[in-house]
């Protein structure tokens, strides 16, 4: 999981990630490759972002909320967008496997 929070961590600082409101504008442009949705995220926004995601064929991966914050050096995010598609290929092999 290490792995995984650094890569969060380096995306973040490249500024190929979206956070907040803005997760569902780049998932509408089309510009997202990967979403992260945190594990103890709402039931209203996990079904929304997850409809999102299957409606533009994003995958999604779950982390847990610590993680995503510690990792992106924010406070309280639900879900983060990846815009990059090589950082989202190496995030979701960390995270699946």
Known sequence: M???MGILGLSARARKIAT???VMKQLRSG???LVILSKDMGDNGKKKLLDKCS???VPYVF???D???QAIGDRNRKSV???DEGFA???QTCLKG
């Open 89 to 91: 290929q190496k995030l």
């Open 81 to 83: 967008a990846i815009l």
């Open 67 to 69: 993680e995503i914050n």
């Open 31 to 33: 510009k997202v490759k």
């Open 2 to 4: 290490n792995n995984a």
């Open 55 to 57: 409606f533009y064929h």
């Open 20 to 22: 907040g409101e803005t």
């Open 63 to 65: 982390m847990e909320c």
